[in-house]
């Protein structure tokens, strides 16, 4: 399949240099199909997929019996020519993010395929302009990890993706009906594994501790936990859960604002045995409110997170975590991208992957 895609992408070059070249002029038709796949040696249905991509791109007009004719050339194109793949990310200072560009990058350094990585920072303005925009300079797709703080800006987000001219990947998170196709995580099996981690040491009061409670991934970890307790026997009770709907994103302290809501958290519920946080930097702010109050982890309380973060192995305690394969997640958006791209036709993909436990002193 990837040598199959790599020589579709190959022929659609070329002939796309021709054009630009002026090989042919606008109304020319081009060579009958069986022709072009001698000249590139290759089967019919391989030339077929690369004129389709052309005529996607409104380069030429294929029709039975009547075959390709060109319909416009070089001269008439404007812009600068990239002919790249694009990855649009808030911050690799988001180690989760870096990870997912390292995955992408490597998979598209593999396939001989440009691409170009543009960091936006915390700015969903400048993200939202830059895919808008990002046709101007002939990119043909690109996989983004949306930074998007609040229901509006999902909204507004989710509007932008079916406007594209160009297919869009996310990558970590879905949203299902705009026709993009996704590699994420399975949210669901975080909250479930962490849950029965806990469980299987004897606990029974297991609280959780999570920000965007809008967000539906995150929403799935929440059904993860519940799930759990109840194939324990355990009725989930509201007042052992936190669901924040805020957050602030800080690139530089991404704990901070962890530390402020786990001492909430700690006050309102001070007989858990046990928290099941829905991220690294969540439990690592929780374990530092908790040492604000003289408790002891894991002695006094027991504490998950989920990511595997090298913050999570560095703390005073270290925590045990889900480990999240988001390199895994940037190889599969570059390969949904790539066939979204070489194959017009292809239908959306939602990949779900998983990842594993790691145990270490926190719990």
């Known amino acids: 399949m990837a040598q199959t895609l790599s020589k579709i992408a190959a022929i659609q070059k070329e002939l796309l240099h021709a054009l630009r070249a002026n090989h042919w002029k606008v109304g020319d038709k081009l060579p009958a199909d069986g022709e072009l796949a001698q000249q590139f040696d290759c089967g019919l249905g391989t030339i077929g997929r690369a004129l389709a991509l052309l005529a996607h791109d409104g380069w030429v007009e294929r029709k039975t019996r009547v075959g390709t004719r060109v319909l416009r050339t070089g001269t008439e194109q ?13 911050s690799t200072q988001h180690e989760g993010i870096w990870k997912m560009a390292k995955g992408f990058q490597n998979a598209a350094k593999q396939a001989g395929r440009r691409v170009v990585m543009l960091s936006t920072g915390s700015d969903y303005a400048k993200e939202a302009e830059y895919i808008a925009r990002l046709s101007e300079f002939d990119v043909r797709g690109a996989m983004t ?9 999902q909204v507004q987000f989710s509007q932008l993706l079916v406007q594209s001219k160009f297919p869009v990947v996310l990558g970590g998170t879905n949203f299902p009906g705009l026709g993009c196709s996704a590699a994420t995580i399975d949210r669901f099996h975080v909250g479930y594994t962490m849950t029965r981690h806990l469980l299987a040491q004897g606990l029974r009061r297991i609280g959780y501790f999570s920000n965007l409670s809008w967000v539906g991934s995150l929403h799935d970890t929440y059904q993860g936990y519940c799930w759990a307790l109840d194939e324990a026997g355990i009725r989930e009770r509201t007042e052992w859960s936190t669901l924040e709907p805020s957050v602030v994103i800080d690139f530089d302290e991404p704990v901070r ?13 001070s007989d858990l045995e046990g928290v099941v946080a829905a991220s690294d930097y969540l439990a690592l702010g929780l374990m530092a409110a908790a040492q604000e109050r003289g408790w002891r982890v894991p002695e006094d309380l027991k504490i998950t997170g989920a990511d595997d973060f090298v913050l999570s192995l560095q703390a005073a305690v270290p925590l045990t975590t889900y480990r999240v394969p988001y390199e895994d997640v940037g190889r599969r958006c570059f390969a949904l991208l790539q066939e979204r791209v070489l194959r017009v036709e292809s239908p959306v993909q939602v990949e779900t992957l998983r990842g594993e436990i790691v145990v270490r002193a926190s719990a």
């Open 257 to 269: 604002e962890s530390i402020g809501m786990g001492r909430n958290f700690l006050a309102r519920y």
């Open 78 to 90: 404007a812009g600068v020519q990239m002919d790249a793949l694009a990855f649009v990310y808030p």
């Open 145 to 153: 990890c949306p930074n998007i703080s609040s229901p509006e800006e």
